[in-house]
């Protein structure tokens, strides 16, 4: 069995990357063994749809798929579909109930990730171009009680931005946003083949994305080599070309995409199920960050249907029960109460909190 994990993304103030604590960083708070690690992983701007049903038919033959491309979600997202069915919980299938749905009324990026590290929705944060997060987030709680340390929280993203929302004192947090941007990057150099795949990655072309983004490829390995040298508390990683393809109008691309992403989630699994046989409680959360609009291209308020996201769930921490079917709809920030609950923090009390999902956990978690 391997744990529960979510996942998300993103990068520091001004996007520079900082190598060393400041002064006042506190030491960790020794609050009992280490042994839950939590994932949230996005897949941004991924359709339910494929994550469900496989290819779009009528997308394909649009954009001059072969029938023979027009894949089952068994064959398209093999990995995803094998946790959901086998070993871990879903939500989002519309056929089978259990909604869930990014909190907006902007369903775009920054809203959604901001709504994912705080749990709370909605936010002050109303677009893409919206400033550092003011409220503290689930990073900054897990870094107050456990301290500013490798084994604390993590942040690994393809997409720079997301680090303006992960935490209001992101130096206090290992994060690798975009090629360049982050905090503590020497605990991503602890080697020399470390320090020279870094700046062979930080010198990569940005394509399907522009700027300082990451191609997630790179993105999901440092995550991964992160997670299984420092076995952190709380990892959040997030991925991007899914988004950036389907702005292209690349639905080729977009579904490389997205099966690349399920290959990675795979590894993630299989290095999660690693740690579960050593004892360690594990729980993954595979998300995204909003849904989108029928015409694939476009998201946002304009669109109302791209609130419809999605969630596979599975590890250790994770009743496994396939779909589920209850009637409440759920919202993205539900997924930071219930990774509270996991780790031992304690609850949000405020109204605009989310509500954890025990429904899913096993009933020793409860």
Do not use: K
């Not at 030491?27 to 009992?32: D, I, L, Q, T, Y």
């Not at 209001?168 to 602890?190: I, K, Q, V, Y």
């Not at 020279?196 to 399907?208: G, N, Q, V």
Request: glycine share 10%; with cysteine.
């Amino acid at each position: 069995m391997f744990g529960a994990v979510f996942s998300l993304a993103s990068c520091g103030p001004a996007g520079r990357p900082q190598s060393a604590p400041v002064a006042e960083v506190p030491a960790a708070a020794e609050a009992g063994p280490i042994d839950t690690t939590v994932v949230f992983v996005t897949i941004d701007g991924a359709r339910r749809e494929e994550v469900f049903g496989g290819v779009d038919r009528a997308l394909a033959q649009s954009h001059g798929l072969r029938p023979a491309e027009a894949l089952d979600a068994r064959a398209l997202v093999p990995n995803l579909s094998a946790l959901r069915a086998d070993s871990g919980a879903a939500f989002g299938a519309s056929a089978l109930g259990g909604e869930i749905r990014a909190s907006g009324p902007n369903f775009v990026s920054l809203p959604g990730y901001t709504e994912l590290f705080t749990g709370r929705g909605p936010s002050s944060c109303a677009d893409n171009s919206c400033g550092a997060v003011s409220e503290p987030t689930l990073v900054d709680d897990i870094s107050a009680r456990f301290g500013c340390l490798p084994a604390a929280a993590a942040v690994v993203t393809s997409w720079p931005d997301i680090g303006r929302v992960a935490a209001t004192r992101p130096d206090c947090t290992t994060m690798s946003s975009g090629r360049h941007g982050g905090f503590h990057l020497e605990r991503f150099r602890a080697t020399a083949r470390d320090a020279e795949r870094f700046d062979a990655d930080s010198r990569a072309d940005p394509f399907p994305g522009h700027g300082d983004f990451r191609p997630d490829h790179l993105t999901g390995a440092r995550a991964l080599d992160y997670l299984e040298r420092h076995e952190p508390r709380f990892l959040f990683v997030g991925l991007g070309e899914t988004d950036e393809y389907a702005h292209r109008d690349d639905y080729r691309g977009y579904l490389a995409a997205l099966t690349e992403a399920d290959r990675w989630v795979g590894a993630l699994a299989r290095s999660l199920g690693r740690l579960a046989e050593r004892g360690r409680r594990t729980a993954l959360f595979v998300t995204a960050d909003h849904g989108r609009a029928r015409g694939f291209t476009e998201h946002g308020a304009a669109y109302p249907e791209s609130a419809d996201v999605w969630l596979v769930a599975a590890g250790s921490e994770i009743a496994p029960r396939a779909f589920s079917t209850g009637e409440r709809s759920r919202r993205l920030a539900d997924l930071t109460p219930t990774a509270r609950h996991l780790l031992g923090l304690a609850p949000d009390h405020s109204e605009r909190a989310g509500t954890a999902l025990l429904e899913i956990l096993g009933d020793v978690r409860r």
